[in-house]
């Protein structure tokens, strides 16, 4: 799967991968649809958190 090519600052991706676990923590786990979107925007928070600490590092993939 190819992650969005947008590349937050560290920070900005720290807060953002924070708030999204927060909001997952909170899912009912009987919600099947909101278990899925949970573990989308994770996925997508951790490929954009990866690639900030890729950027700051000087790291190209």
Do not use: W, Y
């Not at 807060?15 to 923590?25: D, I, S």
């Not at 009987?30 to 979107?37: A, F, L, M, T």
Request: glycine share 4%.
């Amino acid at each position: 799967m190819k992650l969005p090519t947008f590349v937050p600052t560290l920070p900005n991706a720290i807060v953002t991968a924070r708030e999204f676990l927060a909001q997952a923590e909170a899912v009912d786990i009987h919600d099947r649809e909101r278990v899925i979107e949970s573990h989308a925007s994770l996925t997508v928070c951790l490929g954009q958190l990866l690639a900030a600490l890729d950027a700051e590092q000087g790291v190209t993939r």
